[in-house]
């Protein structure tokens, strides 16, 4: 069995800072690309920050020169360090991983359950 498991949100005034922490367990032979999305309520989930196993990065415009993907490919772990947050980046933040698992073929993607952040004005 795989697990995505997410940390670090909570509630943050305007221009604070939060990391949110994500990591990978299970029977799992190789990583791909990882990445975040946010969804608020009533919106689509939306793409924040990816970076690939060779460390690429690409972010949202709306959160570029804020926010930091980073990933410890050592301990199958991914980060993002949000900086200068704003009410907008009020959301359900999901970690997300493209994972090959021993005795499976190919990659597939895989979701964390979820951690909220909250920004007040």
């Known amino acids: 069995q795989v697990q995505l498991v997410e940390s670090g949100g909570g509630l943050v005034q305007a221009g604070g800072s939060l990391r949110l922490s994500c990591a990978a367990s299970?029977?799992?032979?190789?990583?791909?690309?990882m990445a975040w999305y946010r969804q608020a309520p009533g919106k689509q989930r939306d793409m924040v920050a990816t970076?690939?196993?060779?460390?690429?990065?690409n972010y949202a415009n709306s959160v570029k020169g804020r926010f930091t993907i980073s990933r410890d490919n050592a301990k199958n772990t991914v980060s993002l360090q949000m900086s200068s947050l704003k009410p907008e980046d009020t959301a359900v933040y999901y970690c997300?991983?493209?994972?090959?698992?021993?005795?499976?073929?190919?990659?597939?993607?895989?979701w964390g359950q979820g951690t909220q952040v909250t920004v007040s004005s």
């Open positions: 997300n991983a493209q994972l090959r698992l021993y005795g499976k073929g190919g990659m597939n993607g895989y």
């Open positions: 299970g029977i799992i032979f190789s990583i791909g690309t």
């Open positions: 970076i690939t196993s060779g460390d690429n990065t």
